[in-house]
């Protein structure tokens, strides 16, 4: 069963940049498209990007500029490269398989705040 354990999120003024990774294990990583989540509560979790397995990457239009999904398959390892952050972007951050399944990680905060 795939387990992930997110890192990096962060208190970081506006403006300012965070790079979070997600380690994978319990899957063939280089098989599946990849995806980040984030969630505030009392809503509903968003997809933020996805990546797939030939390295293309989609994005939520208002993350889109200034967010970056990537990936290292030798290292079974996501990342997102957080740049000009708002704080709209404030969140619990997730990564999972995109579709998603039903396995979730502890998440990273990322609070985004002068």
């Known amino acids: 069963q795939m387990q992930v354990v997110e890192s990096g999120g962060g208190l970081v003024q506006p403006g300012g940049s965070l790079r979070l990774s997600c380690e994978a294990s319990?899957?063939?990583?280089?098989?599946?498209?990849m995806g980040w989540y984030r969630q505030v509560p009392g809503y509903q979790r968003e997809l933020v990007a996805v990546i797939t397995t030939g390295g293309t990457a989609t994005y939520l239009v208002s993350v889109k500029g200034r967010f970056t999904i990537s990936r290292d398959n030798a290292k079974n390892t996501l990342y997102l490269q957080m740049d000009s952050l708002e704080p709209d972007d404030t969140a619990v951050y997730y990564c999972?398989?995109?579709?998603?399944?039903?396995?979730w990680g502890q998440g990273t905060q990322v609070t985004v705040s002068s």
């Open positions: 999972n398989r995109y579709p998603s399944i039903n396995s």
């Open positions: 319990g899957l063939i990583f280089s098989s599946y498209d």
